[in-house]
């Protein structure tokens, strides 16, 4: 057994089950020595007793090959010496240790050894041959019950082990799906400043190096190279401000997932875009499904900023159905990184999103989650 497995919660729970079975164990053993009066015998007893809380001791803080070896010694005197309670307590004990340190191999010498020990002790005696087989086979009944016993623990360790190991391969899972997600949202990014912001830089410095050429000759050309030099910077901005309220996490607000909705339209108000939200019973969300509505909304409204060229868009949220139009020119592209990454997120909460590329307001985009009820 390996050190992640015994400190595992399940080896930790085996060490206390066979502290509690020892201390019953020597309880047991000490009550018979009471009961037998002051004497040699007791004397004899409370060495054994110590060398055994010892021998234990040593055994749990070391837990090797060596400690159990030299707990098998005090064992096996306390076996021999005690009443039947403490010897069935005392077996079982020891075999389930000799299960753990060496194997199912030395657990059968150790039964076969106490097996012969205890008939050869009482045909010693000069018992009767049927008391000698009862008393075989009554240690034998017993030692295959510790067996028993061990392998019990035994394959709840396994069961143990096999969960920690699965819980580690979920989490690098986790870990790598989480990875791959913001790699994969990092590069929408940069391609989203590439292709906007970068393509308008570069225009806005191909107008003013125009227009530093023409003042001389043309100032009425310089200027209106000029005026479109800051419509693409306003343009540049606005593609920039819809790049951060993308990025920019938005929580859900005193549980209310209406007053949340209302925070991200307002949001967008310095993108020229008129926004209407329509919220009209809608079904209960938890968490999870809250998250999504939240992430879904602003994704779509981002959207609409970056691609639609449209001014008017509403949010309506009835029932189990959310959607978001626009008056925008529709698109007949396959659906972007952006949208894709909401269907899988959204299938992975059994909700949908569908879009119709031109179901809008006036043929603009429309695009809509439809959330599972909730039990």
């Given at each position: 057994?390996?050190?992640?497995?015994?400190?595992?919660?399940?080896?930790?729970?085996?060490?206390?089950?066979?502290?509690?079975?020892?201390?019953?164990?020597?309880?047991?053993?000490?009550?018979?020595?009471?009961?037998?009066?002051?004497?040699?015998?007791?004397?004899?007893?409370?060495?054994?007793?110590?060398?055994?809380?010892?021998?234990?001791?040593?055994?749990?803080?070391?837990?090797?090959?060596?400690?159990?070896?030299?707990?098998?010694?005090?064992?096996?005197?306390?076996?021999?010496?005690?009443?039947?309670?403490?010897?069935?307590?005392?077996?079982?004990?020891?075999?389930?240790?000799?299960?753990?340190?060496?194997?199912?191999?030395?657990?059968?010498?150790?039964?076969?050894?106490?097996?012969?020990?205890?008939?050869?002790?009482?045909?010693?005696?000069?018992?009767?041959?049927?008391?000698?087989?009862?008393?075989?086979?009554?240690?034998?009944?017993?030692?295959?019950?510790?067996?028993?016993?061990a392998h019990v623990l035994q394959r709840g360790l396994e069961i143990e082990h096999d969960r920690m190991k699965l819980i580690?391969?979920?989490?690098?899972?986790?870990?790598?799906?989480?990875?791959?997600?913001?790699?994969?949202?990092?590069?929408?990014?940069?391609?989203?400043?590439?292709?906007?912001?970068?393509?308008?830089?570069?225009?806005?410095?191909?107008?003013?190096?125009?227009?530093?050429?023409?003042?001389?000759?043309?100032?009425?050309?310089?200027?209106?190279?000029l005026q479109r030099a800051r419509e693409t910077t306003t343009d540049a901005l606005n593609s920039?401000?819809?790049?951060?309220?993308?990025?920019?996490?938005?929580?859900?607000?005193?549980?209310?997932?209406?007053?949340?909705?209302?925070?991200?339209?307002?949001?967008?108000?310095?993108?020229?875009?008129?926004?209407?939200?329509?919220?009209?019973?809608?079904?209960?969300?938890?968490?999870?499904?809250?998250?999504?509505?939240?992430?879904?909304?602003?994704?779509?409204?981002?959207?609409?900023?970056?691609?639609?060229?449209?001014?008017?868009?509403?949010?309506?949220?009835?029932?189990?159905?959310?959607?978001?139009?626009?008056?925008?020119?529709?698109?007949?592209?396959?659906?972007?990184?952006?949208?894709?990454?909401?269907?899988?997120?959204?299938?992975?909460?059994?909700?949908?999103?569908?879009?119709?590329?031109?179901?809008?307001?006036?043929?603009?985009?429309?695009?809509?989650?439809?959330?599972?009820?909730?039990?």
């Amino acid at each position: 057994m390996n050190r992640e497995t015994a400190h595992s919660p399940f080896g930790q729970l085996r060490r206390r089950f066979l502290d509690y079975f020892f201390a019953l164990a020597i309880a047991v053993y000490i009550g018979g020595i009471l009961l037998s009066g002051i004497g040699t015998y007791s004397l004899i007893g409370a060495a054994i007793v110590l060398i055994s809380v010892a021998a234990w001791a040593w055994w749990r803080r070391n837990n090797s090959a060596i400690s159990t070896a030299f707990f098998l010694v005090p064992a096996l005197i306390l076996f021999l010496t005690s009443s039947s309670g403490t010897s069935l307590l005392i077996l079982w004990l020891t075999v389930v240790m000799v299960h753990f340190a060496f194997g199912k191999g030395a657990v059968r010498v150790l039964v076969a050894a106490i097996v012969i020990t205890v008939a050869g002790i009482h045909a010693a005696l000069g018992a009767s041959l049927s008391s000698i087989f009862f008393e075989a086979s009554y240690a034998l009944l017993l030692g295959f019950t510790g067996v028993a016993l061990a392998h019990v623990l035994q394959r709840g360790l396994e069961i143990e082990h096999d969960r920690m190991k699965l819980i580690e391969k979920l989490q690098d899972a986790l870990r790598d799906s989480r990875e791959l997600v913001i790699a994969r949202e990092r590069e929408r990014v940069a391609a989203s400043l590439h292709d906007g912001l970068g393509h308008r830089l570069t225009s806005i410095g191909l107008s003013l190096d125009y227009s530093a050429r023409m003042i001389p000759t043309d100032p009425e050309k310089a200027a209106l190279e000029l005026q479109r030099a800051r419509e693409t910077t306003t343009d540049a901005l606005n593609s920039m401000r819809s790049t951060v309220r993308a990025m920019k996490p938005i929580k859900l607000i005193d549980d209310n997932l209406a007053t949340t909705l209302t925070q991200i339209a307002s949001s967008f108000e310095g993108t020229d875009l008129n926004v209407e939200l329509i919220v009209d019973k809608p079904v209960e969300t938890n968490d999870a499904l809250s998250n999504m509505v939240i992430r879904f909304v602003q994704e779509a409204l981002t959207n609409v900023v970056r691609h639609a060229g449209a001014d008017r868009v509403t949010i309506e949220f009835q029932g189990e159905t959310i959607s978001v139009a626009d008056n925008g020119t529709g698109s007949d592209a396959s659906p972007d990184f952006g949208i894709t990454s909401l269907m899988e997120r959204a299938a992975a909460l059994n909700a949908k999103v569908t879009t119709a590329t031109h179901g809008g307001i006036d043929g603009g985009f429309l695009i809509s989650l439809t959330l599972p009820r909730q039990q």
